[in-house]
């Protein structure tokens, strides 16, 4: 090729590069000041949750084919109000000790409050509806997490929108607590509460689920990060938001062990082990993915941020509270629930790139992870099967043309 042919196509790659640039420079812009008027009101936390619901269930994550039968009373397992009739009630001897029901012996915070309520077995309809409320609660707290973190609204309505999309946040698998635990660690993150609600949080959060003790070190960690204070690695530990999460932690431990004691409650350990880690293994990259999706993003961002600035113990510590996580989840049956209690990870992630990013850049990372877990589908990870949540607009398209078609 002649020397002017070479840089005239170099010209034109520059060319094409730049109008490239220039051209998703001016579509984000266009997209943040629609976000910055749609976030502009005095309600606009409950406007954003609203628009993230309707997105979930429309575009990803569809609804829980067994909530109409759960409302019925035709799926949920009497072992779940067997608990809320007699929450010290050992339903691990009356149930296979492999099975999902004899793992909530210690599964106590919602069965406790709904027995003072006085709810009975009569009110089959109100434990899928709380699950519901729990994945409401979880969208909400994000949004405000990173809106409180930020600074920035915008921000809180593309990570509300992201955790719609993600697994959990979803309401394509909702018959359990687990969207109850995780908000209740979210919500003990969120800036500006009270240290003794964060104690009383994480404990009640790993008796709501115990797979939200290891997802209470997300709320250790997130006591590290601050935009506007920096603190040392002691000082961080002495504080006393640090101690009161550690206390809950300890307690929900001591607490657990004394109702084994005294109250002579099994601890099932049956369909977990490193067994499953080998029989999962061609399922680990998908239940990784699905747990975060788009949020693994900000994952990256706070890694290169924490290495950028050398703070060396806390990319440890947050390293490793994920892998425990992860870990954890791949030795169990139920890959895509346990992995799920990652999710803490991506609000921590937030927060310490939040205290090395500017606004703009916090924006596009937030959009990013939206759109990614947008596209990503939702999916769930159980013994060795993947099953795709679809949405109601394809599930109406898809009735549709099986009636035409049948």
């Known amino acids: 090729m002649p020397e002017s042919d070479k840089q005239d196509s170099a010209a034109a790659a520059i060319s094409a590069g730049q109008y490239a640039h220039e051209f998703l420079k001016t579509s984000l812009a266009r997209i943040f000041t629609q976000a910055e008027n749609f976030t502009a009101g005095r309600y606009w936390a409950l406007e954003t949750l609203f628009l993230a619901v309707m997105f979930s269930v429309l575009f990803s994550g569809g609804v829980d084919d067994r ?28 149930n296979p000790p492999e099975s999902h029901e004899a793992k909530l012996n210690f599964r106590l915070t919602v069965p406790v409050i709904l027995h003072l309520l006085g709810v009975r077995t009569g ?20 949004c405000v997490f990173a809106s409180g973190v930020t600074g920035d609204r915008v921000c809180g309505l593309y990570t509300a929108l992201a955790v719609s999309c993600s697994y959990i946040g979803s309401f394509g698998f909702m018959m359990y607590y687990d969207t109850i635990a995780i908000s209740q660690v979210a919500l003990a993150m969120l800036p500006g509460l009270h240290w003794s609600l964060k104690g009383v949080l994480v404990f009640t959060a790993a008796f709501t689920d115990e797979r939200a003790l290891p997802a209470s070190l997300f709320v250790l960690l997130q006591s590290f990060f601050s935009r506007t204070v920096v603190r040392t690695f002691r000082e961080c530990v002495l504080s006393a938001d640090f101690l009161a999460v550690l206390a809950g932690m300890l307690g929900y431990c001591v607490t657990r062990l004394a109702l084994e004691k005294f109250a002579g409650l099994v601890s099932p350990h049956e369909g977990t082990g490193f067994a499953l880690l080998l029989s999962n293994a061609a399922f680990w990259h998908a239940g990784i993915w699905l747990a975060l999706k788009g949020g693994w993003l900000m994952v990256i961002v706070a890694t290169i941020c ?34 799920a209690y990652v999710l803490p990870g991506f609000l921590v992630a937030l927060a310490v790139a939040s205290a090395y990013e500017a606004r703009y850049p916090m924006r596009v990372y937030c959009f990013a992870a939206f759109v990614t877990s947008a596209i990503s589908g939702n999916y769930n990870v159980w013994m060795e099967q993947i099953t795709w949540f679809r949405p109601l607009s394809v599930d109406f398209i898809y009735r549709v043309l099986h009636a035409i078609l049948k």
């Open 306 to 339: 924490l290495w950028q600035q050398r703070r060396i113990k806390f990319l440890a510590a947050m390293i490793l509270a994920i892998g425990l996580i992860v870990g954890g989840g791949l030795l169990v049956d139920d890959v895509g629930r346990s992995v």
């Open 67 to 94: 909530l109409w039968s759960a409302v019925n009373g035709k799926f949920w397992a009497s072992s779940y109000y067997l608990k809320i009739e007699h929450p010290l009630l050992d339903v691990a001897k009356i």
């Open 123 to 142: 009110c089959r309809w109100l434990l899928p509806i709380l699950a519901a409320c729990g994945s409401c609660a979880l969208i909400l707290i994000s």
